[in-house]
């Protein structure tokens, strides 16, 4: 049931980044490259779950302006990455550094510090079972 799960979120994520491509008209996101690592269910907190993912921006790449309605918690692993939410510091991140996002966070900033490297992090968010991963906003 766990692998049915992963292949599930991994189209729902893909999905998500494709619909968020065409809204914006970004090829940018649409380049993302999501792997899904591990989804599990929270049994000490009711209706909660843990995702963990791997996300890779190549050179130049960006998000648009979105939330993730959950806890998320980013650790780059290679590369630079430039991130803010809204009322807070722009912050450059480099490999071992870190990154949290609220739940009632909107994502401004998300993009690879870089034009001719890709940048690869690792985010685990915690949320609500079955909530979407990402919600564009306008």
């Known amino acids: 049931m766990t692998n049915q799960r992963s292949v599930s979120t991994s189209r729902i994520l893909i999905l998500v980044l494709v ?21 599990k269910d929270l049994t000490d907190i009711p209706d909660r779950e843990v995702m963990m993912i791997t996300v890779e921006k190549g050179p130049g790449g960006a998000d648009p302006i979105h939330r993730h309605n959950a806890q998320g918690f980013i650790y780059v692993l290679e590369g630079t990455l430039v991130m803010q939410v809204e009322g807070g510091k722009e912050v450059t991140l480099n490999p071992g550094q870190t990154f949290y996002e609220g739940p009632s966070d909107v994502h401004v900033v998300g993009r690879n510090a870089s034009n001719t490297k890709p940048v690869k992090f690792l985010a685990i968010l915690v949320k609500e079972k079955g909530a979407p991963v990402l919600v564009p906003v306008k």
């Open 19 to 39: 619909l968020l491509g065409l809204m914006t008209g970004s090829p940018i996101v649409q380049a993302a490259d999501v792997t899904p690592l591990i989804t």
